[in-house]
C-alpha cells in the first residue's frame, strides 16, 4: 500500500506559475500526475520512471510543465510555468503497484492522492 499526499495547489493568474509536491510513503515504479476538470474525464498530464528518472508529458504540457522526483523525501514534483486557463483542475498523484507499459492510462495507476485544486484566472 502506498499512500499519496498533494500539495501546492492555489489560484494563479495566466502565465503564473505553480509547484505541485506528491508525498508517498512508499516507493513505486512511476509515479504520475493526472488531472480532471468539471463535466472533463481525468486525463494524464506527466509521469515519472523513478529508477532512471524517464519523463513523460502529455502534448498540452510539454515545454511548460516538468516532472522530478526527489529520492531522498520519497516525493514527486510538477512544476507548472506559463499557465493557462484550461489547466484550471483538481490535480492527482498516482502510483501504481507494478510495473506498468502504458503510463497515461488512469487504469494502470491503483494508488490516488486525495487531489489539489489548480485555478488559473485569465
Known amino acids: 500500500q502506498v499512500h499519496l499526499v498533494e500539495s501546492g495547489g492555489g489560484l494563479v493568474q495566466a502565465g503564473g506559475s505553480l509547484r505541485l509536491s506528491c508525498a508517498a510513503s512508499?516507493?513505486?515504479?512511476?509515479m504520475g500526475w493526472f488531472r480532471q476538470a468539471p463535466g472533463k474525464e481525468r486525463e494524464f498530464v506527466a509521469a515519472v520512471r523513478w529508477g532512471d528518472g524517464s519523463t513523460y508529458y502529455a502534448d498540452s504540457v510539454k515545454g511548460r510543465f516538468t516532472i522530478s522526483r526527489d529520492s531522498a523525501k520519497n516525493t514527486v514534483y510538477l512544476q507548472m510555468s506559463s499557465l493557462k486557463p484550461e489547466d484550471t483542475a483538481v490535480y492527482y498523484c498516482?502510483?501504481?503497484?507494478?510495473?506498468?507499459?502504458?503510463?497515461?492510462?488512469?487504469?494502470?495507476?491503483?494508488?490516488w492522492g486525495q487531489g489539489t485544486q489548480v485555478t488559473v484566472s485569465s
Open positions: 512508499g516507493r513505486a515504479f512511476y
Open positions: 498516482a502510483a501504481p503497484k507494478l510495473f506498468i507499459v502504458v503510463v497515461t492510462k488512469p487504469s494502470s495507476y491503483d494508488y
